[in-house]
């Protein structure tokens, strides 16, 4: 009897349809505190004025802190492969987003720690603020950070994310026609079912259970254990079943803070987000600026192509340059091209952090380099199943960083959808197959790109 | 004020404009309707009150006062699941589960009610329930399967080996 | 007032695991005295199924029945390290960590099993719980046999441990972007036709059927494929024609704090979706799988602004194809800028529209 492949039922299956999966929000700790946050009314201010006192005096009110109070303020998402932290756990001196969190109350009940939320004394000056990328680098534009309006960290320093391959300007002069185009899709929510929530529980022998909904345990306990400096095995994390993550649950967004809370009350500590805050203050998808323009041939053939991708990254870099990164290196989408120019920058604005979502990096370019490639056949007068069959990365192609494409299915998909729905193709283009390129499939702009598969 | 939960009487004690959503997750231990969203958006909480679905987050525990409340404890067991839980485990109507409760009961009035099974009367009853990981494909399949209508999804699986699964499995969907 | 169909097509591709790789998945397996399993990873499941996709590998990895597996993902202190659930990783990177512990802990089991039947573990097989002898049928011990022995007689654990890590591809030119090594762990295809309907009085696009054909190396579980692709089909209807959290981006005003007031799909938005699911397997994946969870809502967007072109002739390549751009875009009526051999779309949209000089797009004479 073999279990792969089969249609085994969930594992968790009957636990869902009786309602006994245990959620974090389902988890019950006798004496927890729950959690509220001050969060920035402003989209860029600078903090003037942060007063806890009133709010600390309060009946019922157990714990509250501030950046003074995380031992290691700023560790990025990305810290461990080099890529600096810019963020801090709690604002200090600035914000730089409506939403971002400066200080969160512990209290016998929710109503009681919104109580001193409100009573927590902050004076904001607030400044000039940048939501559209395409005006970032100008002189006048507002400035979200002290260095600059986009990420300077990639490979040598370099403040973007280049791919160059072959020559663009021999591609564009050989063109018989030239296609551009600017594609702009939005930021989106994650919206899991389950908002945000955490419970910490200090334990007898000190260590603090945190019962999370990370969709990284391992990533968050490091993330955590960053912010405390303390040794991984003082954590323990609990958690793997998810109330819907979609990327989003990848942040740590609560975790740490409920930890501190922990351990300055000595109380369980319980946070669980509203939707308005998971709608508002969350991170999100992020909103993607991007300009293609092909060089084509009249038959269909792209010879290269040039794009300019600016990735709204909101005010933190969080997974950006990742994203970033990811978006590049798939930047002809399924097909092949040999020359191109790819410059993408992380740019920051006022607004919420972005951070993974569903497809990250790569939705955002599916997109454009798909409604271009629909754009290309209809301005050459091409069937849209032709023209993509015929660039369709085959084996022994290559990508636009170099490497050989061993198992592509671009071609047996496509032929698969045509079927379905009784598109009719000419026989040379039924017949199609992911084989290496020959004869009129390796046309001159082709030669000399092939690779071996076995290199990878 | 007194509740009877899943059949069972049980005395109320929390302020009487508390929402029942509380009552039931915080009072009364009882953790199957979800705190989606508290705005009455999302249908994660939803409960029978005598018989009808409805969103526990929005009811004040005083204005159902007296009423027999079911939530998906009160459906079935692990080892005696409802046709309707039978249906969404068998059709693998849940990913993550965080919304199945609510949408469980939701399905189950409407097969009470007498439900056509028929894919549009599904999408209206059920339209308030949001799903965020199956794309309602499945769910609609299993309440039209228990209402004993026909499964509108169509899927193709084209195996390498030529060859269809090569086990039946007890419980799974043919 | 008229209901206009189109219909258009995209064809995507997408990496399994962390771009660039370098993200480690262990896994621990033990088995109990009775021969049942327990396996240990530290893979959350966020409603993708890897606790059943990950139970389903490690089922015929080691030859027992699926129901003999119990899997914990609960917690770090018995978990050992998985970077997480993300980048499409979990079945792949994580899957292989599992396997490669039932591998191991198989090894084991053959090594009692041989010291029981007094046969070279090498001449053993396991298969439905039983551990049978290469061409010698009859001669066989149960897996629950063989778990006793090994705590009673023996005074072994059968255990086993497995580490997945595809190396880290780093960028050896910055100037190029090339790197030397696969960025990936592997790579998915799919192709999407989507179907729409557009009102062109009120500019509503209602997506009426969405096609979709995805390679997924192996359908590890088929049914959980299927639910993983539907599920992105919908998250990619919202991509199209509903979800903003910025309705007038960039401005950040009138951002929706409620279901009431941001359009995630709901069940009415639902259009028929037909999934077409096919196998090419993977070189370096658990039984050839590749991961697919992310990309199952890529391909619907572009799919879905070529159909509403195809319906009422004008390019909407702003997401969402909102009611409000359908109308502002038919109202527009806009041409590209055609220059010689150069075609210039949305010129209102670029950089070098809207920036001040910081920042142009700039194309080859």
Known sequence: MKAVGARLPRYDGVAHVTGRTTFVDDVRVPGTLWVKALRSPAHNADIKRLDTSKAEAMEGVHAIITW?????????????????????????????????????????DETKAQLAVEAIELDLEEKPALFDVRKAFDSDAPVVHQ???????????????????????????????????????????????????????????????IYSCTQALYFSMGVVAAHLQVPLNRLKFVGGTVGGGFGGKVDTATETMCSLLALKSGKPIKWRWTREEEFLCSSTRAPWHMEIADAVTKDGWILGRKMLTLHDSGAYSRFSPYGLTKHSFHHTGAYTIPNLEFDGYVVYTNRVPTTAMRGFGVTSVSFAVETHMNRIAKELGLDPFEIRLKNANRIGDTSPNGIVYTDPSTVPTILAVADELGHELPADYRTMSSEKREGELLPEHLVGQLGNPEDH | MRLTVNGIERGIESAPLTPLLYVLREELGITSPKAGCQQGGCGACTVLVDGEARRACLLAVAAVDGAEITTVEGLGAPEALSAIQTAFHEHYAAQCGFCTSGMLIAAHAYLEHGGSGERESIQETLSGHVCRCTGYVKIIDAVAAAAGGEITSRQKWLPQTGEESPVEVPGAPA | ???????????????????????????????????????????????????????????????????????????TDSSPVCTGTFASRATFVAGMAVKKAAENARTKLLEIAGKELEIDPADLEVADGEVVAKGAPQKKISVADVAVAATWTHGELITGTGAHLNPYAPIVDS????????????????????????????????????????????????????????????????????????????????????????LAPGMEDLPQVDTIIIE?????????????????????????????????????????ITPERVLRALEAKAEPRREGKVVIFDEELSVNSVSNGGMRFEVPA
């Open chain 3, 280 to 320: 090419n397997p993977s070189a370096g994946g658990p039984y050839g799988a590749k991961g697919i969870g992310e990309m199952a809502n890529n391909p619907q967007p572009p799919a879905i602004a070529a159909a509403v072109y195809d319906a009422i002739g004008v390019w909407v390549t702003e997401l969402p």
């Open chain 1, 147 to 209: 260095w600059g309006n986009w990420y300077t960290h990639f490979e040598d320093e370099m403040d973007r994310r280049q791919i160059r391959k072959g020559s663009i300007q021999e591609a564009f002069d050989k063109a018989d026609v030239i296609v551009q185009g600017v594609y702009r899709p939005a930021a989106i929510e994650h919206v899991p079912l389950e908002t945000q929530v955490c419970q910490v529980v200090p334990e007898a022998d000190g260590r603090l259970t």
């Open chain 3, 175 to 262: 100037e190029t972007g090339r790197v030397e090594l696969p960025p990936h762990a592997a790579i998915s295809y799919a192709a999407c036709a989507a179907e729409v309907e557009v009102d062109d009085e009120t500019g509503n696009v209602r997506v009426t059927r969405l096609v979709q054909c995805f390679d997924v190396g192996t359908a590890i579980n088929p049914t959980l494929v299927e639910g993983q692709i539907e599920g992105g089909a919908v998250q990619g209807l919202g991509l199209g024609v509903l979800e903003n959290c910025y309705p007038y981006y960039p401005s950040v005003e009138h951002r929706g704090g409620q279901f009431g007031s941001y």
């Open chain 1, 68 to 108: 003074q109070d995380v031992p290691l303020l700023e560790y990025g998402h990305l810290s461990a492969l080099g890529i600096p932290a810019d963020e801090p756990l709690l604002a200090k001196d600035e914000v730089r987003y409506k939403g971002q969190p400066i200080a969160v109350v512990a209290a016998e």
């Open chain 3, 1 to 75: 007032m008229a209901i206009h169909k189109g219909r258009g097509i995209s064809a995507i591709e997408y990496p399994t695991g962390m771009n660039q790789n370098g993200d480690p998945s262990q896994a621990w397996i033990k088995m109990k005295p009775d021969g049942r399993v327990d396996v240990f990873s530290g893979t959350a499941d966020i409603g993708n199924g890897s606790k059943t996709i990950q139970s389903q590998i490690v089922a015929d990895t080691l030859g027992v029945p699926y129901d003999w597996v119990t899997y914990d993902n609960s917690n």
